[in-house]
Structure formats: structure tokens, C-alpha cells
């Protein structure tokens, strides 16, 4: 069983940035992609970033591109998603995950194991 726990959400201000951290148990972190997802009141988990197992590719969605980078520190069984430029629209609650393969993946459903979330609110 894969344990995967968020930290680094709180409530900043726009335009403010914010590094958000998800820790994972195990010793085949390395062996698979992982992304990033959030998840607003009353709207769906929504994709936000993902990374290969490597770390050599990335994608992110179109909302948040040029603004939030991910990256992943493999000896460590880390993976980060650097927040910059924050808006209020990208409160929520964000969640990693570990993909089923080496990845990257943007689909919900090839997860198999996500954290706990943490909270990030944007004020304006």
C-alpha cells in the first residue's frame, strides 16, 4: 500500500506563491509518474499537472501553464508543484497522485493512489 501525504497549502493573496509537497511511502517512487489534481466546492476533480517517473516530462493545464511548475525529487519520494502568481479561481483542494504507470497522465481514472489533500484559498 502507497501513502502519499500533501503538505504547503494556506491561504495567500493573489498574485502571491505558494510550493505544495506530497510525500510517498515506499520504495517505487521512482518507478511511476505522478500528478497533481484540485478540486473546487461543488465542481469535479479537475487535472492541474503531471510528471513522468523520471521527472524528464511534464504537462500542465491550460490554466494554470506559465504559472505552476511540478517537479519531482526522486531520492527524496517527493514531488512539488511550485504555485506562482496565485488567483482566487485557483482555490481548492488540491491532491497528488501516483499514476498506474511511468506516466505522465492526465486522466483521473489511471490513478491508483491519492493523499489526503490540502487546502489552498486564494483571497483577492
Known amino acids: 500500500q502507497v501513502q502519499l501525504v500533501e503538505s504547503g497549502g494556506g491561504l495567500v493573496q493573489a498574485g502571491e506563491a505558494l510550493r505544495l509537497s506530497c510525500e510517498a511511502s515506499?520504495?517505487?517512487?521512482?518507478?511511476?509518474?505522478m500528478g497533481w489534481f484540485r478540486q473546487a466546492p461543488g465542481k469535479e476533480r479537475e487535472f492541474v499537472a503531471t510528471?513522468?517517473?523520471?521527472?524528464?516530462?511534464?504537462y500542465a493545464a491550460d490554466s494554470v501553464k506559465g504559472r505552476f511548475t511540478i517537479f519531482r525529487d526522486n531520492a527524496n519520494n517527493t514531488v512539488y508543484l511550485q504555485m506562482n502568481s496565485l488567483k482566487p479561481e485557483d482555490t481548492a483542494i488540491y491532491y497528488c497522485?501516483?499514476?498506474?504507470?511511468?506516466?505522465?497522465?492526465?486522466?483521473?481514472?489511471?490513478?491508483?493512489?491519492w493523499g489526503q489533500g490540502t487546502q489552498v484559498t486564494v483571497s483577492s
Open positions: 497522485g501516483r499514476l498506474r504507470s511511468r506516466g505522465p497522465g492526465y486522466v483521473l481514472s489511471d490513478y491508483v493512489y
Open positions: 510528471i513522468s517517473a523520471s521527472g524528464g516530462i511534464t
Open positions: 515506499g520504495r517505487t517512487f521512482s518507478s511511476y509518474g
